[in-house]
Structure formats: C-alpha cells, structure tokens
C-alpha cells in the first residue's frame, strides 16, 4: 500500500513538473477547430440482395456459411407468422440505419407483433445464440434488437446504429398474419471519393485484398475514423494513425484525420498526456486511460499529416500537444539507457498488440526511439529544434541501450524482457526505431521465422508494424508474403471487411472472452491498401 502511494505521489509530482500547461480556453479553441471540420456523411439506400441459408460447414470461417437461396421477391408478400431465422444479405458490410415496412396480410391486425433482428458481420454471428454471454466487454455491443409494433401498416427505423452483411429476423411468439413490405438501410459514410485503380496487371489475390481493406476503412471513416462500426464506434490514436496512412493512398480526406488530430488536442488530459481514445457524442469526451504507446504515436500521425498535407498551421498550433506528449517517458528511462518497462507497466497500459503472451520491453523501448525521432522530425520542419534540444541525446543513450541489451548477436535476434522472449513484436520495433541496421534487421526477421518458439502477433495491428519493418530492412518478398497469407487468408475465408483479430489457425480467438464480441470491420486491419498502393513496385505485380 505504501509503494502504490508513493508511486502515485511520484507519478503526480513527475507529470506537475513535465506537464504542460493546456487552458480551457485553448482545448476549446481546438475543439472548435475539429467541430468544424467535421464531415457530412454520404447516405445511400442499400437494399437486401438475396435470402441465405446459414448452413454448417467446417471449413468456412467460424464453422458457417451463407449460402444464397431463391425467394426474396416472395419475402416481401409472404405471410411473417411464425417464420424464424429468415436471413437477409445485404452483399456487402454496411453501417446505418435500418428501416422496415409493416402491413396486414389477409386481415386486421388485432394484436402487437414482436420481431427480433439479428445484424451479424460473419455467417456465425446471424445463427449462433448470443447467450450466456461471457465475454468481458458489455453485452448490449452485440447486435440484437427486439421491436414490438403495436400499429399497422407502420414504418419503423430501429433507433441504433447498426453495422453488418446479414440480418436475421425471428418473429417471436404467437402473432396476428402480417407481411413485411419493405426493408432497407441507409448506410453511411463520410467517404466520398473513389481511389485509383491498381495497374490492371496486380496479381488478383492483392485487388481483393485491396478492396476488402478499402471497404474496411469506408466503412471505419465515419464522421470519425472509428476503430470498428460495430465496436468500440470510437477513435483511438493507434487506429487513427494506420487510417490515416491509408486514407492517404485512397480516400484522401485529410480535414477528417485534422478532425482527429484536434479532437484529441482539445481533451488532452490535465496532465499534458494525450488520451488514448475519445467519443464524439453526447459532446466530445475521453476516456481517460492513460496508454504509453498510443500518447506517444499521436506525435508520428502529426508529423504525417503535415507531410502529406503541408499545412503547416495546424502542425504548428499542436505543437504544444506533441511537445508534452515527450515528456513523460523521460522518468522511465534508466542511467543504463533501458526504460524501466515493468515500472511503466504498473503506471500505465502498454499495449502493441492482443496478443497476451508479448513482453513488451523491446517494443516499448522501440516504440519511444521511434516516437522522439519522429518528433525531432517534425520539429525540424517546423524550425523548432531548440524546442527539443535533449531528443537527439535521449534517442542515442536509448537506442545504444537497446542494441546492447536487447541484441542477441550469437541468435541474431533482438530479445525482451527477463525470459529474453523473441517475438516479431521485438523485431518490428527494433527495426522501425532504427535500433537495428538494415543488415541486423532482415537477418533477425530471417533468423525468427526458423524459430519454433516465436512469439506471433496477435493481430492486424502488430503485423502492420510487421509489414513495415520489412520493407523498411528490404525484405520485399517477405513483406509481400506477409501481407498475401495473413490478409489474403481472411479474404479467402471470405471476409468483406478485415478484422480486429486474427489468428490463422483458430477462429475463435477473442481478446474480450467470447469472440461473437470481436470486432469483423476493424480499422487498423485495413492498411494492405497503404503497403500496396505505397509500394507498386512490390505489390502491384
Ligand atoms: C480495442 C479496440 C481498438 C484498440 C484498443 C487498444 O478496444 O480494438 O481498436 O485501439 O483496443
């Protein structure tokens, strides 16, 4: 008890002193700065295209299948009475509102008719039951609703946002005879322009990759880039970083990523660290949760944006928010030059990846390297060096740190923590930093993949900084393997939009505990149309 006061009291007393200081009256200057940039979403009126049979099959994703069947033009005429597991699809992942048309079949309705509808974004979310649910996030994110219509003929919207290929209506219980007339869902999106097709020549594997991770992002863009549309339906910094990479390649809505960059500038926590994530509505608001890694790439998506973009105004005025943001790790980093992760880990989520097995000490210190260098960039570009005059000092003790400690010249590996783990984590990190040459880097990725006992990611996310690591060493080819078998293996189980985990060898990894939970449309999966529209060159043939 003692430790954890004392602890908080140097937690509180480092932040006081490295803070800096945000008023109310800036945060909502920048807040009314990313108001007005908000979008308007694009509405279009999608309709089912087929009934499906969702039917049983071990080798499709999660065990289901959708298989087409005839009849949707019947559908609409049909007597509903004690029709259940009747399933729509609509074709493609789509977000909006759902409207629907009840009328009288052959007589008066005399009686209240419940419906429940089902929205899945996978075959097994329309058929398999939703509980007992176990899962460790709330229940209400899966996408059940149940409507009682107590007049007819009536057309009702169902109030909640809903994001899915498939919906599945039960008419529940004992009703009068009654037909459903009309159904449709106003998707949105804020996406508004279509990227350029790839070279007619791209091989035809990598063009469905690209249209699932295109759609992936059309469908995250929202007036937000939310992580996913069914869940979380927010903006988080590490999501918002992989979309606007590859907003930049296709879609090229930079006032959305200003919009973001804002947002996050005006609900900075008292404290100068930037939060992980926000919410738009009621009005804009945290979730305070302070994580390492995502405070820090908030300063790399700013030095992006004004790459890409050249506005040099915006770079400027959030300055004050990057330079903040390079205080807080300085009080982890150790005389030796290694940052006290475990420390770190006590005080704060250090996140990188799903995947629970990763120790994190090689990413972090990685992850901070990069970050400050980044920063130094910028900071360059906008001819504040002396702002940061200690970065180039605190880049080289760590990165000499970290290439003494954390590399295993006799393996040819960079290694993590006390249990010296080799993970791809640790590689991606070591690379991207710059810790490791260009030589120690391809070799390490090299040498991992004949280990048995590497640790993978978890998820879309790390295998993004994976992906990146290789090209950045050379390693086209593997690069390229990469993003072929893991993206390409979601597509040809069939997914319309990447998701938010996955693992090759079992569908039913689930970081929340039940994997219905998970999210099927998730934005940082969507980051092959980056690497491919990038590198034509290693892509696009
Ligand atoms: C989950 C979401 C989100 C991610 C965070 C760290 O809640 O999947 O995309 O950024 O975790």
Redesign the pocket.
Known sequence: MKKLIINLLSLIICFQLSAQDFTQAQKDKWLEIAEANTPSLVVCKKKPISLVTISEDKSAFQGYKAVPKPGLENFYGNDMRGQTETVLDFGEHLTGFVSFKIDEKKHAVDAPIRLKFTFAETPAEATLPFDPYTGSLGRAWLQDEVVTITEVPATITIPRRVSFRYARIDVMGKCPDFKISEIHLDATTSVKVKPVPLAASTPALIKDIDKVALNTLKECMQTVYE??PK??RRL????LYLEMLANRYSFKNDSLTKRCLYLFAGLIYTDGVVQ??VFERPKPHPQINH?FD?ALIYNVVLKEYLEDTGDIETANDLWPVVKSQVQFPKKYIQENGLIDYIQADKEWWL?FD?NRELDKQACLQGCVIWAYKNTYELAKKLGKEDEVAELPGLIDKLSKAAHKYLYDKKQGVFVSGDKKQISYGSQAWMVLSGVASKKEGAEAFKNIAKLENAVYPGAP?MYHYVVDAMINVGLKQEAKDVVVSYWGGMAKKRADTFW?VYVPDNDFVS?YGAFLVN?YC???ACTPTYFIRKYPEIFQK
């Open positions: 992580d996913g869940r979380d988080w910094i590490g999501d992980p994530c994580l995502y996140f799903w996310y938010e970081p999210s998730h934005a940082w």
